[in-house]
């Protein structure tokens, strides 16, 4: 069997972090990729391409230790690519940049100068997101646009272009043509996670509806489906998945159910210090050492969610990803995606292995490393 896409992302203010939570280039295992990600670089006050860390990126290893993964790859098949954009960057210099042929040109000539020169293999668009967080309405058109001439310049030259895009069927409507930006993209990762409720308790990753409070809430095969019935090719469809979980406080330590009362977001974890956020490599070191949690899993929408005392997080596992991968290969989809290989129990100190959550994915897709670590 043909081997699934599957994208890796590596965050990398992840250098950053302290003890176990600390992840470099050099602790990336090539060989669980298809496709290695590196986030993010920037856009200048110009509207060119740039670095948001220049010490990390072009002093101390960065580029060039990202670039040499290909080197350590045994099949010599992976891909190496640039994003720009993420949630930090905001949406409304893309909105600018976006908005005439000549912006939109200047930043497609500066893109792939920078791959060509850094030796990149392409560039995945991030912008969070068209008509959004101060965007203009026109933003969705004008994104179809600037895929069109990051197409026209990268494609002669082998260069691949792919777009992370929303995993909430509201914004996905609102910001893309997507009959049209399939076309333009050889892969779109569809971010299927964060699509939790902000009062309540709530799965952030769920496959399918079931038990939620907000039944009208995206799922991820609800915007999957439209993607489908607008012309878009399955086989260019990434599933994105979590690496980390979602937490609150609850309101009564007694109510745990899905839709659960909460008082706000749960307390930062040790490496990645943002409320309501808990890498995996946190929350299975914090289930080692608090045997308290009780775990409740749902088989339709493909999540788990657990609680002890008043903290409540909805994550992925490894049985949650394998059973998505499974929907993957029923759908016929291109593969998967992970969000970020930074935060998964890459040390394997809680797990029997090293990158738990990414084996589960390429197991679940019918590959399996050989590497043993």
Same mark, same amino acid.
């Given at each position: ?13 992840a ?24 986030? *993010?670089? #920037?856009? %200048? =006050?110009?509207? @060119? ?13 960065? &580029? ?5 993964l ?10 190496v ?38 030796? *990149?293999? #392409?560039? %995945? =668009?991030?912008? @969070?997101?068209p ?11 004008? &994104? ?8 026209k ?9 792919s ?8 914004t ?19 971010m ?15 496959? @399918? ?37 979602r937490?609150?406080v609850?309101?009564d ?10 008082t706000g ?12 956020f ?50 993957v ?32 994915m ?12």
């Open positions: 069997m043909e081997r699934k896409t599957v994208f890796c992302y590596w965050a990398s203010w250098i950053y972090r302290s003890g176990n939570g600390n992840h470099n280039i050099g602790q990336i295992v090539p060989e669980y990729c298809s496709h290695v990600i590196f986030t *993010f670089s #920037g856009l %200048d =006050i110009n509207g @060119e391409i740039t670095s948001l860390d220049p010490d990390a990126d072009f002093k101390n290893g960065g &580029f060039k230790d990202f670039i040499a290909k080197q350590r790859d045994p099949s010599g098949c992976l891909k690519i640039l994003a720009i954009g993420g949630w930090g960057e905001g949406s409304e210099k893309y909105s600018l940049m976006a908005e005439s042929a000549s912006s939109r040109e200047k930043f497609a000539d500066s893109v792939l100068r920078w791959l060509i020169f850094y030796g *990149f293999d #392409g560039i %995945d =668009i991030d912008w @969070e997101y008509t959004q967080r101060g965007g203009l309405t026109i933003d969705r058109e004008n &994104f179809t646009e600037l895929l069109k001439v990051l197409k310049k990268l494609s002669p030259r082998n260069r691949t272009l777009a992370a895009v929303s995993g909430s069927l509201e996905t409507k609102l910001a893309y043509e997507t009959n049209l930006i399939c076309k333009e993209l050889d892969f779109l990762s569809i299927g996670y964060d699509l939790h409720d902000s009062n309540v308790t709530s799965n952030h990753s769920p496959l @399918e509806a079931e038990g939620e409070a907000t039944t009208s809430r995206s799922t991820i095969s609800s915007t999957i489906d439209f993607y489908r019935r607008s012309g878009c090719p399955g086989e260019k469809i990434l599933l994105g998945v979590p690496a980390y979980g937490s609150y609850l309101k330590a007694r109510i745990t159910a899905l839709g659960a009362p909460i977001k749960g307390k930062e974890g040790t490496f990645t210090r943002e409320k309501g808990l890498g995996y490599n946190e929350l299975c070191e914090m289930f080692k050492k608090h045997k308290g949690f009780k775990r409740e899993y749902s088989a339709k929408n493909s999540s788990v969610y657990a609680f002890n005392g008043k903290l409540w997080v909805s994550y992925d596992d490894e049985r949650t990803i394998r059973q998505k991968a499974e929907y290969l029923r759908e016929k989809l291109g593969g998967m995606m992970l969000w970020s290989i930074d935060t998964d129990d890459f040390r394997g100190k809680c797990s029997n292995q090293m990158y738990p959550l990414l084996r589960a390429n197991e679940g897709l019918k590959w399996e490393s050989k590497t043993k670590k």
